[in-house]
């Protein structure tokens, strides 16, 4: 196969999207730490757990994309927490997929992504998941064959970054 345009425009997205959150701190310049600018690392902060959608948890209906937007940075060594209630007569099942590439993501396609949590890890303090790498993370809800991610809203991405200070 080929280099088709598809590609090149998947890539190209791609790449411009991990270089629009990277740069998503105020007066962060490029911030690749290649000395573009006169930030050192945060030595003084720890690693914070977060909530995926806040007070809202991890349920159908909450639009997760801008829950991410609105939170961001995300940094290394942060923890996701995914909270949900476990299955019932009352609540829906829900888990936690990770996608390998951002053209799974765009169409919620489950069969390529891997279940990092099932129904019942959500309960309780939750499942979690320590962004340790510098990497784009596509996460979704893949109950009911990816109807929670197409339909619920239940997916979001993150790129962690570098913490830096003045």
């Known amino acids: 196969m080929g280099f088709t345009y598809a590609k090149g425009l998947i890539l190209v997205v791609a ?8 740069m998503a701190n105020k007066d962060w310049g490029w911030g690749w730490g290649w000395g573009f600018n006169n930030h050192t690392l945060n030595q003084t902060e720890g690693p914070n757990n977060i909530i995926v959608g806040g007070s809202e948890n991890w349920r159908f209906g909450f639009n997760y994309s801008e829950w991410a937007w609105q939170n961001k940075p995300f ?14 007569n009352t609540t829906f099942p ?3 997929y990770l ?13 390529r992504a891997k279940k990092i949590a099932n129904a019942t890890q959500g309960g ?24 929670h991610c197409k339909v619920g809203g239940m997916r979001f991405m993150v790129v962690p970054q570098f913490p830096w200070r003045n």
Do not use: Q
């Open 15 to 22: 790449a411009a999207s991990m270089l629009g959150v990277s």
């Open 75 to 88: 940094y290394f060594n942060d923890t996701l927490v995914f909270k949900y209630e476990p299955p019932s």
């Open 94 to 96: 829900h888990s936690v």
């Open 99 to 111: 996608f390998p590439d951002l053209w799974s993501y765009l169409n919620c396609d489950i069969k």
């Open 124 to 147: 309780g303090d939750g499942f979690k998941l320590v962004l340790n790498r510098w990497r784009p993370y596509y996460f979704a809800c893949g109950e009911r064959n990816g109807f």
